[in-house]
C-alpha cells in the first residue's frame, strides 16, 4: 500500500506531456473513459468535454501544488466577495493560460477535429449582469497570472443571465440553463458543505458569569462548494474560484418528512434550493427581494466558515487575523458579511466585541461601484430582522457605538447624526448597507477617478469628514489575456511582432507602439487588422442572426446594459437625425460617412423604459434598414443576447466606441477601456473612466461632448427644462417629432409615446441638453474618418496609451493601497 506520506502520495502526479502525441493520448484517453465513447462515434459534446477535460488534466498539477502551498505558507491572502462573476467562456483561456494553444489545435487537426467547432459548444457560464460581474472575472485572472494567493466566493447560480430574444422587436428573456450539459470546469464537494441558517430568534444566557447572546435559527440550508480553475497566464500557477450552491439539509427534510407531509417535505426542498436557483438580472437597480438576501448572506456566511475551517488552523490567534486574511467586498452585495465575521467572533469565538470589532476593521475593504442612490442597497429591519436577527442586534450596536463617536467628533448636530446613521427611518426604517460597509471597511474605494471624488465628496462627504483617508481610488481595469490577446489574435500577432510577447503581462509597454504610429507600413498592417476583424465579425452576424456588415462601413458599437443614464436614446436619436436628415434631402447622401450602428443590451426584465427603448431601437433599424433611400449608407444592427462571447467579436471589430453616459452616472465603465485597447476611437462624455482614456490619448484621439459633471450640477439647480432645448434645436425637433408621428411605428403614434414624453417632460438624464452637443461631435468623427491614415495613427495611439487599464494595474493599487498582500512564492 502507498502510505500517505509517500512521496508519490504527497505530490500532485505529473501532468501528460506537453506534446502533440502526449496531447491526442490524453484526449482520446478522455473521450473513452469520460464520456465512454470512441473518436468514431464521438458527438461534438463528447469532444469538447473530453478537450476541457484534457486541458483540465494539464492545469491539475499545479493546481494541486498551488493549494498545498498555499495551506503551507500561510501568508496573507485575499477572499474577495462577489455575488457575481461574468467569467465567459473558458476552454481557449485556460488553453492560452496552459500554453497549449497550438499543441492542442495540431492534436485535433490529427484526430480530424476542427478546434473552433468545439470551442462553439461551450455555454459560458454567464454568472453576472454586466460591468461588476466582469470586472470581478478580470480582477481573478490578474491575480492568477500575478501569482497572488485568492480565493473568489460567489453563488453558482443554476440560471445563470437570461438569454435575450426579441418578439416583434421586443426583448423576451428565456431561462439560461448553463449547466444542462453539465461543465467540464467545475469540481464539486459535497462532503466540503456548509450549513447556512436563516430565522428563528435570538436569546441572552450566562456562560460562566459572562452574559452572552446566541441565535437559535429556524431553519438551515447546506452551501454545497464548487471550485473552478483560475490559471494564470503561462506562470504554473493557478487560483480558485468558489462558488456556492444551495442543497436542502436532510436533517431538515427528515424532520418534515418524519411527520408524514411529503409533499411539504419536498416544498421545504424546493424552497431551500431556491437560493441559488437564479441571477437577479438587475444591473444596479437591485429590487430588494427577500431571496437576494437569503443569497447575499448564503453566499458569505459560507465564505467566512471557509476561510476559519481552511485557510486557518484551529488554535489561530484570532487578533492576528488582520495579518492573513482581508475580505474585499464587491458592492454592498456581500456586505452582510460583516456582522456574520462579527456574530462568528463574539458569539462563537467568544471574543470580546472591542477585540472583535477592531479585528474587523481591518478584515474587510469596500469597493463602492455606483453613485445612483437607487443601486444602493438598502435592508428593510423587518426583513432583516425576520431572516438574521441576531445580525440586526450586530447592526444596531456596531450604529450605535459609531454614532457615540460620531457625537464626540462632530457634536450633538442631530442632523447629521441622522444623515450618518446606518439605520435610515424613511419610507420604512432600514440597513444602509453603503453605510455599513464604510464603518466597518478599512479602506473604501471608487472605481475611477472621477467616481471617487463624487464619492467622497457629494455621496459620502460625512463620512469622508469623521475618516480622513479612508476614501481612496483605484481605477478599474480590464484582462489583456481575453480583452487582447485571445479575442483579438491579429492584433496581438501585430504588436509581439513589434514588442515581442511581454506585453500581455506588462501592459505598459504598450506605450512603445507610439513611435510605430507614425510607420505608414505599420499603419497599413495595422489597418488591415481592423478590416480582417470586421470580415470575421461579419461572418459571425451573418452566422448568428443572419445579418450582413457592409464593407467599407465606419462600426459605431453601443454595447452594454441597457439603462436610462448610458443613454441608448441619444445614440437613437443621432440615427434619427441621420436619417431624416438624408431623406429629407436637407443633407446630401454623399456627405455621410457609410455606418452601421451595432447596439447590444440586455434590459432588466421588470424595467419598463428600458424595454421601450429596446423596442424602438429594433423599429428604428427595421425602417433604416429597409429604406432604399439610405440604402448602402446607413445599417442598424441589434444582435439579440449580447454576452462576453459575442463581446470579444464586436470589440475588435469596432471603429467608434459610444461611452455617452449623463456625466456623473457612469462610476467607471470597463467596455470603454476594452474598445480603446482594440483601437477603437471613443466619443463620449467626461465620466467614469472616460476621463482618464481621454487624458491619456489626448484629445486628438478622443471625441469628447456634452456637459461636465458641474454643468449638470449647476442645471439641475437652475431647474432643467428638457422642451427648451426641443424647442431650441430644430434637428432635435424634427427627429422627436418623427418618432411621435409613427414613422417607426407603422404609424402607431401610441407606441413610442412613453419615451417621447418623458423625454420632453422629464428627461432625468438629460439626454436633450446634450444632444446638439453630441449630433456636433458625430460630425467630427464623420470628418475625421474621411481621413483613413489619420484615423489608423489614432487608433494606434489610442492602443499605445491604454496599457494603464489593465487590470493588472488595477490589482497591484489595490494589494499596494488596500490588501497589502505579495506574490507569496
Ligand atoms: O460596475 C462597473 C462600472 C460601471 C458600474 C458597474 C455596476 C454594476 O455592473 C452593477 C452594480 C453597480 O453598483 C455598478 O455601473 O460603471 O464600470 C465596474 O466597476
Redesign the pocket.
Known sequence: HLHPTHPLALAPVAAPPSTVDGFVREFLLNLNSGRGVTLSNASATDKYFALAHTVRDYLMARWLEDLRRQREVQDKGVAYLSAEYLLGRQLDNNLLASGLSEIAEEALAACGIDLDVLRQQEVEPGLG????GR?AACFIDSLATMGVPNVGYGIRYEYGIFRQTFVDGQQAEQPDAWLSLGSPWEFAHPEGAQTIAFGGHTETYDDEGVPRSRWIPAWNVQAVPYNYMVPGYQNGRVNTLRLWSAVATNSFDLRVFNSGDYEEAVRAQTYAENISKVLYPE??TPQGKELRLQQQYFFVAASIRDVFDVMLPADFELTNLPERIIFQLN?THPVIAVPEFMRVLVDEKKMDWDAAWAVTQQCFAYTC??LLPE?LEVWPVELLGRLLPRHLEIIYRINEDFLVAVREKFGDDEMRIRDMSIIGEHPVRSVRMAYLATVAGAKVNG?AELHSQLLRDKVLPDFNEFYPGKFINVT?GVTPRRFVRLSNPSLSGLITDALGTGWVTDLERLRELEAYAEDPEFRTQFAEVKAANKRLLSDVLRERDGFEVSDGHMLDVMVKRLHEYKRQMLKVLHIVTTYEGIISGRVAVGDVQPRTFIFGAKAAPGYVMAKRIIHLINAVGSVVNNDPRVEGKLKVLFPPNYNVTLAERVIPAADLSEQISLAGK?????GNMKFALNGALTIGTDD?ANVEIRELVGDDNFFLFGMSEPEVESLWAKGYKPSSFYNADSGLRRSLDLIAAGAFSGGDRSMFEPIVSNLLYDDRFMVLADYSAYIGAQAKVDAAYADQDAWTRSAILNVARCGYFSSDRSMRDYIERIWHTAPSF
Do not use: P
Open positions: 449582469n454586466g460591468g461588476l470586472l444591473d444596479s458592492d461601484h455606483t443601486a472605481v478599474n457612469e462610476a467607471s465603465g470597463t467614469g
